[in-house]
């Protein structure tokens, strides 16, 4: 048997309080390194009316994410969620990954699909960071319209290469065409209509030039058998070519000139040739056109008219001069798009032939998936000098031959139109096609 003296206990007592003083303040003192880099790490609070999203992935570094995509919310509940994202690896052992992202609730529909390349997992530094990329490029349609959306922006890394790489030469050196035909035709036992139209236009547009040629032709026939035995035939042509060239001066300012050569049997316009000079000022910077333009614009020149037959002031053929003022205005907003103008014609060797042309039009998205839509126009006449000479026939009036005379023209309309279900489906069908 060991006898202890209580000297001994108490000194043991002692080194063990010191050992554990000392181990607690080791334990303070790593406690006091390792928080503050715990902290560091740890994902920034999402901000308010972050974008809420559900992740579906096996392999995906969560926290990673989640400290790189601060301006959205990951949640775990499905019914919070407004975005669901499912990461899919590629169908082999190589390939690209996808990302597929599926709105909910106002944005149900918008679904999108955005692919990346990794090599290997998910596990790589490298692959995190590309995922994390991606995965921003994907949420930031939706991300726009929630409240984090006023801090969100756009960066773009610039290549670092010791030679700036050569633009892309253009083939067509910029020029666009297009051309266009259509032809129409029904009958029954009494009538047959016939009807064909062509278009085509050759278009340039830089920064500094603009410049357009349109080409168009049109011809509508209709024959009709009358209880009589009589047969009426009528026919309605016009054709044109037309020219624009610009070339901007200043952020507001522009030049051009415009010319056409034209024809029309119902205005009966054998020929009619053009050539107007004109300037232009935009009152908002020409690099604004795609949401705002309120524009003045002046065009002055000759006008040669051939008719097809004589006109109400016994003329077969005449030259004026007129000049143009157009205002146009044009706005595109986050509510829609509205548009309008306010043409005036004028001849100057006859200042009482006029034309006044008044026309607009509205878009307005009222709920997701609803537009309405307006628009109207109203021509004050008071040019009506090309007017073939004579009384028209019954036939020549019923059918559209032959313009008449008149103080005004208008025409409106309006409508709407809604879309929903899944306005975000991208398959192609091609079966039963009409």
């Given at each position: 048997?060991?006898?202890?003296?209580?000297?001994?206990?108490?000194?043991?007592?002692?080194?063990?309080?010191?050992?554990?003083?000392?181990?607690?303040?080791?334990?303070?003192?790593?406690?006091?390194?390792?928080?503050?880099?715990?902290?560091?790490?740890?994902?920034?609070?999402?901000?308010?009316?972050?974008?809420?999203?559900?992740?579906?992935?096996?392999?995906?570094?969560?926290?990673?994410?989640?400290?790189?995509?601060?301006?959205a919310e990951f949640v775990t509940d499905a019914a919070t969620a407004e975005v669901d994202v499912t990461v899919s690896p590629p169908a082999g052992t190589a390939g690209e990954w996808r990302l597929a992202f599926a709105g909910r609730g106002r944005f149900a529909g918008r679904d999108r699909s955005v692919p990346f390349s990794v090599a290997g997992g998910l596990a790589t530094e490298e692959a995190r960071r590309e995922l994390a990329r991606c995965l921003k490029l994907g949420l930031a349609e939706y991300a726009v319209e929630t409240g984090a959306g006023r801090q969100l922006d756009v960066t773009f890394k610039k290549l670092d290469?010791?030679?700036?790489?050569?633009?892309?030469?253009?083939?067509?050196?910029?020029?666009?065409?297009?051309?266009?035909?259509?032809?129409?035709?029904?009958?029954?036992?009494?009538?047959?209509?016939?009807?064909?139209?062509?278009?085509?236009?050759?278009?340039?547009?830089?920064?500094?030039?603009?410049?357009?040629?349109?080409?168009?032709?049109?011809?509508?026939?209709?024959?009709?058998?009358?209880?009589?035995?009589?047969?009426?035939?009528?026919?309605?042509?016009?054709?044109?070519?037309?020219?624009?060239?610009?070339?901007?001066?200043?952020?507001?300012?522009?030049?051009?000139?415009?010319?056409?050569?034209?024809?029309?049997?119902?205005?009966?316009?054998?020929?009619?040739?053009?050539?107007?000079?004109?300037?232009?000022?935009?009152?908002?910077?020409?690099?604004?056109?795609?949401?705002?333009?309120?524009?003045?614009?002046?065009?002055?020149?000759?006008?040669?008219?051939?008719?097809?037959?004589?006109?109400?002031?016994?003329?077969?053929?005449?030259?004026?001069?007129?000049?143009?003022?157009?205002?146009?205005?044009?706005?595109?907003?986050?509510?829609?798009?509205?548009?309008?103008?306010?043409?005036?014609?004028?001849?100057?060797?006859?200042?009482?032939?006029?034309?006044?042309?008044?026309?607009?039009?509205?878009?307005?998205?009222?709920?997701?998936?609803?537009?309405?839509?307006?628009?109207?126009?109203?021509?004050?006449?008071?040019?009506?000098?090309?007017?073939?000479?004579?009384?028209?026939?019954?036939?020549?009036?019923?059918?559209?031959?032959?313009?008449?005379?008149?103080?005004?023209?208008?025409?409106?309309?309006?409508?709407?139109?809604?879309?929903?279900?899944?306005?975000?489906?991208?398959?192609?069908?091609?079966?039963?096609?009409?």
């Open positions: 048997m060991t006898v202890v003296s209580p000297a001994a206990c108490g000194r043991r007592d002692e080194g063990l309080s010191r050992l554990l003083r000392a181990g607690a303040l080791l334990v303070v003192g790593l406690l006091g390194v390792i928080a503050p880099a715990f902290a560091q790490t740890a994902a920034p609070a999402p901000p308010p009316e972050a974008l809420r999203v559900l992740l579906h992935c096996l392999d995906c570094d969560t926290a990673f994410l989640k400290s790189n995509i601060t301006f290469t010791d030679k700036p790489a050569a633009a892309a030469k253009d083939p067509w050196n910029y020029w666009v065409f297009r051309v266009g035909m259509d032809s129409y035709g029904n009958g029954e036992q009494s009538n047959v209509s016939r009807s064909f139209y062509f278009n085509g236009s050759a278009n340039r547009t830089t920064e500094n030039w603009k410049i357009r040629t349109g080409v168009s032709r049109s011809l509508r026939k209709d024959t009709f058998d009358l209880e009589d035995g009589e047969t009426v035939k009528s026919s309605v042509s016009d054709w044109s070519v037309d020219s624009l060239i610009v070339k901007s001066v200043t952020g507001h300012f522009s030049i051009g000139m415009t010319a056409s050569v034209s024809g029309s049997s119902f205005s009966n316009e054998e020929r009619v040739i053009q050539f107007a000079p004109g300037v232009e000022y935009d009152i908002f910077p020409y690099s604004e056109s795609t949401k705002r333009s309120l524009t003045i614009q002046y065009t002055a020149g000759p006008a040669y008219y051939n008719y097809e037959t004589i006109t109400i002031f016994d003329k077969l053929t005449e030259t004026i001069a007129k000049h143009t003022l157009n205002t146009s205005l044009g706005l595109s907003q986050p509510w829609g798009q509205a548009n309008g103008s306010a043409v005036f014609t004028q001849q100057l060797s006859s200042p009482d032939r006029t034309r006044l042309t008044v026309s607009g039009g509205i878009s307005v998205r009222l709920l997701k998936g609803l537009t309405v839509n307006s628009s109207g126009r109203y021509e004050r006449i008071r040019d009506q000098f090309t007017l073939e000479k004579g009384l028209a026939s019954e036939e020549e009036v019923l059918l559209r031959q032959r313009q008449l005379a008149t103080g005004y023209r208008y025409s409106f309309s309006i409508g709407f139109s809604y879309s929903f279900g899944a306005l975000g489906n991208q398959t192609v069908n091609p079966r039963f096609s009409l």
